[in-house]
T-cell receptor, first 107, second 117 residues
Framework: KNEVEQSPQNLTAQEGEFITINCSYS?????LHWLQQHPGGGIVSLFM???GKKKHGRLIATINIQEKHSSLHITASHPRDSAVYIC?????????FGKGTLLTVNP | GAVVSQHPSRVICKSGTSVKIECRSL??????MFWYRQFPKQSLMLMAT?????????EQGVEKDKFLINHASLTLSTLTVTSAHPEDSSFYIC?????????????FGPGTRLTVL
């Protein structure tokens, strides 16, 4: 069983919809990372957070340390948001990755 | 922002040959770099932690004689897949920790797709 679980595995949305991707972890972590992986494989770090909430443009990430749960929200989704979104728990600079959520946003 | 590059972006080689993949931090110094491997539809898996000026630390199950890591400078780490076999075909990604270490933020390279025929 993976120590970092994401849901859903696949998500299809219409342009403009509000999207939520969830991440639960069982490992002790000092930080939770959200990453974006586009077709072709390149990875971009979206957020790193250890408490509360962070916002960058249309993306919002929250974390509840007590419940060991984090969410990534995308407001006003756009086809260019289509990618795999990965959460990863970090401890001592090492990351444990979830399997990713494949998001497809249709125009 | 912090940029990490990898070279080559994709490589095809024959079974039995060795392949070297470079990971560079372009605008910052990285005392620590990480090498990951990702098989299709799987999570990234940490292979090894590369520390500048010292030997790499390998994760359990990763053969250090097969996956040679050299971190000779604060901006360059290399991964050499020796005597590659088809089962080594995968997507290899590096990441780098920027100084100061207290930020705990990793910056990822674009990855290298290795295909062994």
């Amino acid at each position: 069983k993976n120590e970092v679980e994401q849901s859903p595995q696949n998500l299809t949305a219409q342009e403009g919809e509000f999207i939520t991707i969830n991440c639960s972890y069982s490992v002790g972590i000092s930080a939770l990372h959200w990453l974006q992986q586009h077709p072709g494989g390149g990875i971009v770090s979206l957020f790193m957070l250890s408490s509360g909430k962070k916002k960058h443009g249309r993306l919002i990430a929250t974390i509840n340390i007590q419940e060991k749960h984090s969410s990534l929200h995308i407001t006003a989704s756009h086809p260019r948001d289509s990618a795999v979104y990965i959460c990863a728990g970090g401890s001592n600079y090492k990351l444990t990755f979830g399997k990713g959520t494949l998001l497809t946003v249709n125009p | 922002g912090a940029v990490v590059s990898q070279h080559p972006s994709r490589v095809i080689c024959k079974s039995g040959t060795s392949v070297k993949i470079e990971c560079r931090s372009l605008d910052f110094q990285a005392t620590t770099m990480f090498w990951y491997r990702q098989f299709p539809k799987q999570s990234l898996m940490l292979m090894a932690t590369s520390n500048e000026g010292s030997k790499a630390t390998y994760e359990q199950g990763v053969e250090k004689d097969k996956f040679l890591i050299n971190h000779a400078s604060l901006t360059l780490s290399t991964l050499t897949v020796t005597s590659a076999h088809p089962e080594d075909s995968s997507f290899y990604i590096c990441s780098a920790l920027s100084l100061p270490l207290a930020t705990n933020e990793q910056f990822f390279g674009p990855g290298t797709r290795l295909t062994v025929l």
